[in-house]
């Protein structure tokens, strides 16, 4: 068996949740959907039309948009309140997912700019902070925070930093803008609702895959008029489709089977980083983590590392990590785990035994 | 019964496909789904990579890729050529797609500009003829021909006029684009495949809703480094979604039910329009209709017969027109008629018959 056989015949994963195939995707989804409901048209429909009134009552806003992707709602977002302001310049952290993976779309559709946060640190490898926006020397047209930030292995700023960045943005006049990709992985951190974390917020972007494990899609959250707006915008982009149910029933049926389950994801993250920090030679970040999420630093190189990880996916059909990357220290290779379905009922003695013999060569 | 009662009663349809609720839709992909078949990565997987290559051999192209929609793809396409050329404008019907129901995207996202097509009788109710182009004054960065024409009840250039268009882009080095919303209602016209019409385009968009009846979705076509170049696009806009499957599977299996039929759709169009032309105060354009569709001139004001309309719903369950509108001309209304499955076992006799009963009052 080659390698990608090997990975394929796994049945146990620390990462995610289960994966599914096509048919079974669309079998539950048949089976979930009241029958005499029809298709959207062009994202009008008693589907589509309640699902977003229901997620802005959740987020605490006066309205939403579903959208078919977190790409498009968040370049929307910035581009009516740039438009506003008449000042096209965004402040986002520089490992924003705008730039890494949507190639700087803010810049090539909308002729937006960054503001360059100039940390003292020049580091891209922390959370902005309230001071970093209070040492800004410009005055960006809107703010975009990432909640929790990925590139970081999932951090939360505390909440009084929190508080006080959107206080900055407030007293400044500046539109705050949340990336929560990934927000219902804040709530255990937090301990607040979702309503309460948005109202620090003026616009909200929330994502129905990554945690929830829906097919796609994103809703765009906020005040009336901007939501109202950005519905013409989505239309620009093409993301005003005939019918986008498919993806709203997904969203909608992922909300009822996971939106209580992200506690317990947390709590095992936590386990999992507290047992597996004490081996030789791994660093977990952030220790304990924030969110569901944290990154691995293995005092190892890539190969010898990928070889144990491909070993225990042979012995024990148990796919331990993901993906390997060399780090920026030398010697060093780093991971990301993301604890989802496929983690909860899996032994924490098991996966300390893995985590030991991946160490095991060094 | 109030009158959108009256009309959601409607068993038997002048226009277009049955209407399916959201199980039924999904139901039908299910059974037709490969059972062993996962979810694309970002638009990576065995469903949508074999469907981008089957439509890519259809179209005669070296290269598709599958996008949630043509608003998406089009502008992606102009983009590309305009920036190639160094030159952001575009030649296209006033009346095009682009214009009425995109919201410019073309200028609001990428700051490409429109070029007038300066007609010596200044109007954009018919179609772009060779000499339109061979009038114009500056060379522009790209060209957009959408056959057939919506705006114009469907209207195509004859195969010269479209061969000499081709000829004149090519001459002038500017790329010529299709707008193919309703290519496949095109062929019985031309009575060509479709490769040989796209051979006359440089890059070419298709459609699955509108003719086929699927969900959503549509496809560029062209040279492979566009194609790639494109995909970069499409992430940029949002469009490059975390699983886009079920608009691919519904794509797939409407080409599947319907791309043979469209000759038959073509030929009841020219029955019916042969018909209820010879009413005294039908007027039908284009006479014979030359894809499925055609307009109707009726010498009537908008509210008189949408009474009759609304009297032949009650009376026969048989919703014949889907909407009335004001014509330029003082005293007459028009309408859209669109031929598919619903229309094909009608009895000519009874369409006739209703059509005189809609004009019977004036």
Known sequence: MDEKEIYKNCT???????????????????????????????????????????????????????????????QIALRIWCEKANNLTVAMHSDSHLNFAEHYSYLYLHNIKPVLMSMPDYTSKRMLTPKDFENLKVKPGAILLELPQRTLGGQLPSWEDLE???????????????????????????QKEYADICSLFDTVYISFYKGLGGITGSILAGQ?????????????????????????????????????????????????????????????????PHSNMFLIHFKSDIEGIKKQNLEIAKEHKFLLVNGFNKALLQGFTWSEVNIGDNALDLDIEEIEKHFKFLMSNN
Chains 1, 2 share one sequence.
Not at 26 to 41: A, G, R
Not at 62 to 70: R, T, W
């Open 224 to 288: 009336k008029d901007i939501i109202d707006e950005s519905r013409v915008w989505q239309r620009r982009l093409g993301g005003n489709l005939k019918s986008i149910y498919p993806y709203v029933l997904s969203a909608k049926f992922s909300v009822e089977q996971r939106l209580d389950k992200f506690q317990q994801y947390h709590d095992k993250a936590v386990e999992i980083a507290s047992r597996i920090s004490k081996i030789e030679g791994i660093t977990v970040t952030p220790n304990p």
């Open 164 to 190: 006080k960045i959107s206080k900055w943005a407030k007293e400044n006049q500046v539109p705050l803008h949340l990336d929560g990709a990934r927000l219902w992985e804040s709530k255990p951190f937090y």
């Open 12 to 74: 146990r994963y620390l990462n995610y949740h289960p994966k599914k195939t096509i048919k079974e995707e669309l079998n539950e989804l048949v089976e979930y959907v009241d029958e005499k409901i029809h298709p959207d048209n062009y994202g009008d429909g008693e589907l589509v039309n309640n699902f977003e009134k229901q997620m802005a009552e959740l987020l605490g806003k006066e309205a939403a948009v579903f959208m078919p992707s977190g790409t498009m709602a968040q």
